[in-house]
């Protein structure tokens, strides 16, 4: 954890406040939903939040809405143009004496289809720009509100509708994209992954997002019951065991400066996280332990580069 002053310490301190109200649409045991509900506490009443097509859209439909702040809905490709607008508009409103709250702000919300695939484009493009906004990615590893198809977020080996495990295939034969990477290529200032299952360490990382102006971009596991076969009840459990087997590193990255917030002293075995997902239950027909093997292998590699360059 980080040393620098902060308001959360304990999780004593996450805000009692709530900006999502009880009852959503949201499946049951979503990761995204208690990611999403973290990240409003943080942000507070003042948030516009721009949306797009996928699952956390069931949040507003029309004429009713889940949040209780402002929802802008988009097309797939346009949340990054729809902030900018918002922004701009803000601009021109404050310009013309308009008492706007000091703290306002706007978040963009997407799925991982929108992130890393259909609106990779125009989020690079805003990233360009430097756009003042906060970007929020709830990444449930496919594309889960039309059936779960594969997107470039999919694990490796995992099962999909359109990845599915054979004899000859056994599961998504790609490693998954490296948004954060991606996205620290653009000179950004601030990125991080977060958990759910780490409250604290998400609110601090808002809460040190704010102290930056340009893109502030957030890449949230989002556990999906549904898409990926798993209990509801263990959502909070298969959020934490990802972290604890390395599987999703909690990092940072200050103006492409990479700090890892979690560094586990040793790992939990990938296998007691593959295993609570239907979404890999072909790999533990014992035909498969050499690509167990090759993912724990790879695991491994990433981690070991990280306690040789940053104190556990």
């Known amino acids: ?12 301190d996450v805000p009692k406040e709530e900006y ?11 990761g995204a939903q208690l ?45 990054p143009a729809t902030a900018q607008g918002i922004v701009d508009a803000i601009k021109v409103l404050r310009s013309r004496g308009v008492n706007l709250p000091e703290d306002t702000k706007v978040l963009a919300v997407v799925g991982d289809g929108a992130a890393y695939d259909i609106g ?14 906060y970007y929020f990615v709830y990444d449930n590893e496919a594309y889960g509100n039309t059936g779960f198809q594969y997107s470039s977020a999919s694990p490796f080996l995992s099962r999909t509708t359109t990845s599915e495990a054979t004899d000859r295939v056994p599961g998504n034969p790609f490693w998954k994209k490296d948004i954060f990477e991606i996205w620290r290529a653009h000179g950004v200032p601030y990125i991080a992954t977060v958990a759910a299952s780490k409250p604290v360490d998400l609110l601090r990382k808002f809460e040190k997002a704010a102290k930056f102006k340009g893109p502030k971009l957030f890449l949230a596991l989002g556990v999906c019951p549904t898409g990926w076969g798993s209990d509801p009840q263990m959502t909070v459990k298969i959020d934490k065991l990802a972290v604890e087997t390395g599987m999703w590193p909690l990092k940072e990255a200050v103006y492409g400066e990479v700090r890892h917030t979690y560094i586990p002293r040793s790992l939990k075995p990938v296998e007691e996280y593959l295993r609570t997902q239907r979404r890999f239950a ?18 491994n590699a990433y981690w070991e580069k990280v306690w040789s360059t940053e104190p556990k």
């Open 1 to 12: 954890m980080s040393s620098e002053p902060t308001r959360y310490r304990t999780l004593k």
């Open 20 to 30: 999502m109200t009880p009852g959503t649409p949201l499946c049951a045991g979503c």
């Open 35 to 79: 990611a999403l509900r973290l990240a409003l506490k943080a942000l507070g009443p003042h948030t516009i939040v721009v949306n797009v097509p996928g699952c956390v859209a069931l949040f507003a439909i029309y004429p009713h809405s889940s949040l209780k702040t402002p929802f802008v809905f988009t097309s797939f490709v346009a949340a």
């Open 120 to 133: 990779l484009q125009s989020s690079s493009g805003a990233l360009h720009r430097q756009l003042d906004h």
């Open 282 to 299: 072909h790999l533990f027909d014992g035909k498969h332990d050499d690509l167990l093997k090759e993912y724990q292998a790879r695991v």
